[in-house]
């Protein structure tokens, strides 16, 4: 006789069709979530339909449950944390989904938090892990939580993950310490394009511009070939160094080398050349463009405005206004410039209105800086004072500034009152700033309050408060040369001012003819 299984031997050798019914209910579940779920409602619905099959269990059902969760933009994060905490032995992966999710989020902290109960519970965190964390922390400016996240790191033994290294150049650059970006960056055994990159970026970011034209000359040396990426931030540093022989040399490699001409590169080419002057070849780079997006348009309609394009930007915005992409708000910071430029009053409000109650767009300190602008150009002093005392968040000391700058162009002597208003406000604010003393000492001066410019002038001296020396840049043969105000000290000083002295006097001849 053949050999019978007990009664309670099913419950660990269920028949064969159980397990048949029981995979087929898994793979189907998998597959909708992968496929065919996209809100939050049908995934409650899976959910619910594993929690009475007995799949919630399942370690990677709920990875996947975690990953719409978390990382789909239908999904809640809430939810996300709930199912993940109510886990019984969830897998690696889906303590980095959720930890990846926060670290996007508007509430990055959370990331760590998730993090710290990931630690608790005894789950051993991966070359993932750290990355999205960083993230976070580079988000959050939180020096402190990201050097203990690096203790973590190396507890892990994934202090030589390339991955991980790469990231934390990013973080210490993202928080402004570049020379602990630099020390990863130059102690990594093995890196890879994007690490390059990120030390170039950390330098750009820190103002470190130079230092960055010559990472990228090691980069070429040590046998890295650029990328669209590469190009993108080597651009952006171009613009701020004013560097327009440089920026073509860049745009001359970006061909030479076949790289796609992407949203992001096509809008650095534009961005580059407008800010170093060259407007022209910004048209070029932007009609030439098979694909734009709000940033190309934002960038070429900026660059008009602040070259004095001011018909040309708003014509171009127009243009802009017939397509699909919706503006955004460096559109109108653009379209505002633009107004100033030109004087249109009644336009700037028109389209400061349209930003907010038409597109929703929440206006930034930037754009009621450029609405006083654009009162005070054109002399509406008392327009643009109003303007300044009904706004909805307290003005910084730019727009303060803007406002100054204007009272002593269209009211010289003061008469309105609001010059004064203004510079104890700003006084108040930068009580340290030689800039606000020596614009207001030059106000006096300029009609006759020789006494009250001498008291400013006493202030700053008895309080060590010392000008900044202007300075001035030239571009001679693709190098740039700074020049300060009162420095004698290079070599060639004396040639120089000979040579100033000279168009000085033919100048002075021309204007005599």
């Not at 969830?90 to 990331?111: C, L, T």
């Not at 046998?223 to 160094?241: N, Q, R, Y």
């Not at 997006?293 to 934002?298: A, L, Q």
């Not at 000279?502 to 005599?512: D, P, S, V």
């Amino acid at each position: 006789m053949g050999r019978f299984l007990s009664p309670t031997a099913y419950r660990f050798y269920p028949p064969n069709n159980y397990i048949s019914n029981s995979l087929s209910k898994k793979q189907q579940c998998l597959s909708l979530l992968k496929e065919d779920c996209s809100s939050m409602k049908q995934l409650n619905q899976i959910h619910a339909q594993l929690q009475i099959s007995g799949l919630h269990r399942d370690g990677y059902v709920v990875a996947e449950i975690l990953r719409f969760c978390a990382l789909s933009p239908f999904g809640n994060l809430d939810y996300a944390q709930s199912v993940l905490y109510r886990a019984l032995n969830p897998i690696p992966a889906s303590w980095n989904n959720v930890i990846r999710g926060y670290s996007k989020s508007d509430s990055p902290r959370i990331a760590i938090l998730v993090f710290l109960e990931m630690r608790n519970r005894g789950t051993r965190p991966n070359n993932l892990t750290f990355p999205f964390l960083l993230k976070a922390c580079a988000r959050l400016s939180a020096l402190e939580e990201g050097r203990q996240i690096q203790v973590e790191i190396l507890k892990n033994g994934l202090d030589s993950d390339v991955y991980v290294q790469n990231t934390l150049i990013h973080f210490y650059g993202s928080c402004r310490k570049i020379s602990d970006a630099r020390h990863v960056f130059d102690y990594m055994s093995f890196r890879t394009l994007v690490s390059w990159n990120a030390v170039i970026t950390a330098c750009i970011e820190n103002s470190l511009l130079d230092d960055s034209i010559l990472l990228f000359a090691k980069m070429r040396i040590s046998g890295f070939e650029p990328d669209e990426a590469t190009m993108v931030i080597l651009l952006s540093a171009c613009a701020e160094l004013g560097n327009l022989s440089l920026g073509k040399w860049f745009h001359c490699q970006v061909i030479e080398k076949g790289l796609v001409m992407n949203y992001q590169l096509g809008t650095a080419l534009v961005d580059m050349y407008a800010k170093c002057g060259s407007v022209d070849c910004a048209r070029s780079v932007f009609h030439r463009m098979f694909d734009r997006n709000v940033w190309t348009w934002s960038a070429m309609i900026l660059g008009l405005a602040q070259h004095g394009l001011a018909n040309e930007a708003l014509k171009l915005f127009m243009k802009m206004k017939n397509t699909s992409i919706q503006p955004n708000y460096v559109t109108f910071l653009g379209v505002l410039c633009a107004c100033s430029h030109a004087g249109l009053v009644e336009d700037g409000f028109k389209f400061f209105h349209e930003m907010v109650n038409v597109h929703g767009i929440e206006p930034m300190m930037t754009h009621y800086g450029a609405m006083v602008d654009i009162l005070g150009r054109s002399g509406h002093l008392k327009e643009a004072y109003k303007f300044i005392m009904e706004m909805p968040i307290e003005p910084d000391p730019v727009v303060l500034r803007t406002l100054l700058s204007a009272c002593s162009i269209h009211d010289v002597n003061g008469r309105s009152g609001i010059s004064e208003k203004v510079t104890k406000r700003l006084m108040e604010l930068e009580p340290k700033r030689t800039g606000n003393f020596v614009m207001v000492a030059n106000m006096y001066a300029e009609v006759g309050l020789w006494e009250e410019a001498g008291k400013l002038r006493k202030v700053m001296r008895e309080g060590g408060l010392k000008k900044m020396a202007g300075e001035s840049c030239v571009e001679v043969g693709g190098s740039i040369h700074r020049f300060l105000s009162g420095d004698d000290t290079r070599y060639d000083c004396d040639g120089i001012y000979r040579l100033l002295d000279g168009l000085n006097l033919h100048m002075k001849m021309i204007e005599n003819l």
